[in-house]
């Protein structure tokens, strides 16, 4: 999408339109003229450290504004993990049938479908905090109509909305989490939005085993509640504020995120210059994404998703109760089993994430979902033939939670974390809005056929989620670029020198 830009008064007042390569109104920087005292310059510039933070500084300001973002991200668990514990109630209640409720599970995703194709021009017209509190109240809409349902009809909206609302979170909560945050933590700090939303979708599972359908739908809207309540504490991305030509609210975002005592000239001025270079830029179009300087990172962008939704997390997490019994093991163990190791894992890999880079992660992580859906494999081969039974429910919960595991410390979050690194500001938005269908659509794919893939070969659906995972270590170790300790700036310069 090309720079947003807004007359003086609308500046001023807040409103925005966009525009197509128009120019930003004023510049990012306008320096006092004047003369600052050079030691006393340079003595803070020796207190700034790698993270971008003076002695004085404090990341208190970064740590809350990905806090409160990232309650975004717990909503969107929580959506993903609703349909699980609560089939057996809303059949039963409302009388759905076994295929309605099919439909139920998976028009989340039809949502989210819509809300991705839109997420990016919302993010980028209305800026991101904005979009996230439009996405919070729809999500309590949505749930709302889902408590008072007394029909199929009441509960398909209420689903549609919170996909609709998922749709443009799982966009616009990476992205605003690293536009705002130090480059030598971004990696960090952004896989608290996998995190999160494992978090989400484990309290569903577990809350859902204690409660009625209807009463977990305010484990879904306390998110949204705390999403819209913290929103105003914390600034707006400072590189949105300086692609739209907001220059005090810029400065003053950027100098609150960094800390009152940090000198943040170099930091600001490499943001505006950047930006300045974009704006001779066209505004973005399909077309856009075959040119060169644009298709290694959209080849990046979306062979990550496309690899993540192959694997099968998806049809694992839809039917895990199901593959458990289906193996002879307890499905509501074997799932509170799933939701006890997601959290700590995708901690884990946030601690790993900006140590050992996002190559190594994501072919560790594919390494790891390789084996398990082996072991998974393997498992259900022998039951169909018969051959050491006693082996098979150990087997089977070993590959599922292995599988589980590694997707969590790396094919989960990484994905994402890129996404929200490789594309240029006029990029961002066309580009992150495309990657994020293709997430979803591949969420659909595998959501709705995995059961009629289990009716043909239980061991060949996760011998060819096991291929898939192969498949991903050969597209990482190929094409996927290290962005570990760079800032944005500085990963577009790398992907446009291997153009």
Known sequence: MGIVRSADD?????????????????????????????????????????????????????????????????????????SAPTQSGIVDEVGLSISGFAIFGSILTIGAMIGAVTSGRLADFLGRKMTMRISATICIFGWLFIHFAKGATMLYFGRTMLGYSTGILSYVVPVFVAEIAPKDLRGGLATSNQLLICSGSSATYIVGALVAWRNLVFVGIMPCLLLLAGLPFIPESPRWLANVGREKEFRTSLQKLRGENVDTSEEAIEIKEYIESLQTFPKARIQDF???????AVTVGVGLMIFQQLGGINGVGFYASSIFTSAGFSGKLGTILIGIIQIPITLFGAILMDRSGRRVLLMVSASGTFLGCFMTGISFYLKAHGLFPEW???????????????YSIGMGPVPWVVMSEIFSINMKATGGSLVTLVSWLGSFAISYSFSFLMD????GTFFMFSAASLATILFVARLVPETKGRTLEEIQDTLNSRR
């Open 392 to 406: 098979v429910p150990a087997l089977a919960l070993s590959g599922i939670l292995v599988y589980i595991g590694a």
């Open 10 to 82: 609308d500046v001023e007042s807040g409103v925005v339109g966009a525009g197509g390569g128009g120019e930003v109104t004023a510049p990012l920087l306008l320096r006092d003229d004047r003369k600052e005292d050079a030691d006393a310059k340079i003595q803070v510039e020796e207190e700034v450290d790698s993270c971008g933070r003076g002695r004085g500084g404090s990341l208190s300001m970064v740590l809350l504004s990905t806090a409160v973002a990232v309650c975004g991200s717990f909503e969107f668990g929580t959506c993903v993990g609703y």
């Open 290 to 296: 075959f040119l060169s300087k644009n298709i290694y």
């Open 456 to 459: 043909w070969s239980s061991a």
